[in-house]
Structure formats: C-alpha cells, structure tokens
C-alpha cells in the first residue's frame, strides 16, 4: 500500500507540540515501515522555510528549551526516502522563493494534483 | 454470503468543539449496523472521546436537570458502538495514541479502548478495506 | 478509470479553501476518473440558491456528482425541495458505501 499524506494546516499547536503532528506522525510511520510520500498545500507550503525560528518561548519560569524545527523534520524525511511535494502555486501566492526553501522538496503545479493523487493507493488530507 | 468489511478511520477532533466528532461517530455507527470490523485510531484530540471521566450535568438555561438534560457523552456513545458492533458480529478496534495520551492526561478510557502507536495505525489501514482521515483543522 | 469520493465539510463562506477541493474534482474528472463530492456538516450551506451556490452548479455540470447529507441538510433548515440545481440530497450511508467498495475517499 502506497498512502500520499497531504498536509494543508500550518501551525496548529506547533509550539506545544514541538513539531507539526502530521510531519511527526508520518516519521513515526515511515520507522514503522510505512511507504508513503507528502504534499504541503495551503499553509503549510511555509513548513519548508529555511529561515523560520520559533525559539524563545518563555511563560513565567518556564521556557520552553526544544522549539519546533519543522523546516529540519521535513529535510529528515527526505534522507528517508519521502518525497515531499510543495504546491507551486501556494509557494508564490504566499510570496515564498523557490531559494528560501530547503533542498529536496519537489514543486509540483496544482493542475497535477489530480495525477499525483492517482499514483497512491490512500490518500489522506490531514 | 458478503464477505465482511473492515474499515479504518483516523480521528483528530477532541469532543465538544467540532461537528467532525460527531459526523465520524455517525459514519461509524452505519459501519457498526453493517456488522463491519472497524478500526479507529485516534490521535491528538481524538483520545479524549472514550474518555472515561465525562459526566454529565443539568442545563439551567433550558431549565432541565441532570436527568432531563440528558447530556451526550462521546463516551457513551462509543460504548454504545461498541456494543452495536459486537452484537451484528463486527467489532470496534479503538486505539488512542499513546503518547496524545500521555500529554494530555487521557489515560482513563472506557473499556474496549487500547493504547497503541502511528504502527497500529498503518498496519490497520493496510489491513482495511479503506481508510478515511478525518482531521482536525 | 477510478472513482473518488470528495467529502466536503467546509463552506465557501466561511473559507476559500472550498475552491481549490472544487477544482480537484474538476481535474480529476478531467483525467477520466468518476468522481463524486459529498457536501456534509456546513458544507451544505451553499446549496441554498445564493451568491455561492453557483460552483456547485458548475461542478455537476463539469460532470461531478454533487450529493447532500440529508441529516446536515435538516439541521440547517434547508428542505429538498430548495436545493439548487445539481445537488442531490443523500444519506450518510453513501459514504460507507464508497468506502466499503474501495472508492478513494478524501476528507476536506
């Protein structure tokens, strides 16, 4: 079975969490033995921001001493074997340079979402 | 004779606070009539829904005490498709995350609820007839 | 040829996300599949003859089968009978059907 996970939300509960519970998940099951490959869509084309920094999170006493590193979890996925798609047009839309991006992730325009979709077994919006 | 369906779902929506809770609640109760095998995986939010400690409580703005009230538990309602399911020769294979239940102090479940990993979950949707995630946004 | 089975639980009012979920089972169409969107929980509240209602009439005109959950429908006061042109009313059960039978089926 071959699952294409498309993850759409973006930084929902990201800085409790200390990650994006869909990337995360998908690490946990690609360790599991799982084939499956992401599209970031909407939103969440940002995760593949080189620059983003959520560091520095302090409420009272308490700091938070492991931010996300969402932009890391996605490049980590990649060495995997996980191809990670971004949809292009989301990227411009949202004003993000093909250079600001980290490495490996494949642009792909949304006129070929439909395709891509039909090349997976499963395919689950998160 | 039909051969009996199993189907997977993956839930993310802790109760009260969307209507996916209940359409997927919904979507499994006509599984559970069919007699299917029916896996759930709930994550985040989700492992909140079998929680054991939900109680129920009177409605002084509509004027109705506890009993009147009736007030839905997603707890019951998930035994109750529980029970739906065993008694058409199905079965309701509920997982929480782990670890979501660890975070958010879950770990009192009703019966029938096991702990399990993101594993469970691909080898579930592997297993299945289908699989459909219902995420939370 | 496959089939799809786009349930939509968003509406275009509230966020204009619903329009690219459109577009997909347009292109999907367009590549041969049979698809179809199944409009649940506010979802449904274009279905009322109004400014948005119309991409649910193109949708059904580009060949997608435009359903309603008649329970999502009730709840919001929207008869049968006042559905726009193209959108049919239907049981949940439609759902598990598709899922039963295999039907790639995705959440929105």
New interface residues.
């Given amino acids: 079975m071959k699952a294409l996970s498309i993850i759409e939300t973006a930084y929902r509960g990201t800085l409790e969490e200390q990650d994006d519970t869909i990337v995360w998940i998908t690490h946990a099951m690609k360790g599991a033995g799982a084939n499956l490959d992401v599209l970031l869509r909407g939103n969440a084309v940002n995760y593949g921001v080189k620059t983003q920094d959520a560091s520095g999170l302090v409420f009272g006493a308490e700091r938070q001493t492991q931010p996300p590193r969402i932009a890391e979890d996605l490049a980590k996925l990649v060495t995997k074997g996980v191809s990670v798609y971004v949809v292009d047009e989301d990227r411009a839309d949202r004003g993000i340079e093909h250079a600001a991006l980290i490495e490996g992730l494949e642009t792909i325009p949304r006129v070929k979402i439909a395709e891509l979709i039909g090349k997976y077994d499963q395919v689950w919006h998160w | 004779m039909t051969t009996q369906k199993t189907l997977t779902f993956a839930l993310m929506d802790p109760p009260y606070e969307n209507a996916r809770s209940t359409t997927a609640l919904r979507l499994i109760d006509i599984a559970a009539r069919r007699g299917y095998k029916i896996n759930v995986f709930a994550y985040e939010g989700a492992v909140n829904l079998p929680f054991a400690k939900q109680s129920s409580h009177a409605n002084a703005v509509h004027g109705r005490d506890v009993d009147q009230e009736n007030h839905p538990l997603p707890r019951k309602w998930i035994a109750a498709l529980m029970n739906e399911a065993k008694s058409r020769g199905g079965s309701i294979d509920w997982v929480n995350c782990g670890l979501c239940v660890d975070e958010r102090g879950a770990g009192e479940a009703i019966d029938g609820v096991r702990r399990g990993t993101p594993g469970d979950f691909w080898k579930m949707a592997e297993a299945s007839d289908n699989t459909l995630v219902i995420a939370t946004r | 040829m496959?089939r799809y089975l786009l349930i939509e639980?968003r509406d275009p009012f509230d966020n204009n996300?619903v329009a690219?979920y459109g577009?997909?089972a347009c292109?999907?169409v367009?590549?041969g599949?049979e698809v179809t969107m199944f409009l649940?929980?506010?979802g449904v509240l274009p279905t009322r003859p109004c400014g948005r209602s119309q991409s649910l009439t193109k949708l059904a005109e580009a060949g997608v089968k435009v359903l309603a959950d008649e329970?999502s429908l009730r709840e919001r006061g929207i008869t049968v009978n006042g559905l726009i042109k193209g959108v049919i009313a239907a049981p949940?059960?439609i759902?598990?059907d598709e899922?039963?039978s295999?039907?790639?089926?995705?959440?929105?």
Wanted: aromatic fraction near 10%; glycine fraction near 4%; charge should be negative.
């Fill in positions: 496959a639980s996300d690219f577009e997909l292109n999907l367009r590549e599949n649940v929980q506010n329970f949940l059960d759902v598990v899922l039963a295999g039907t790639k089926t995705i959440w929105h």
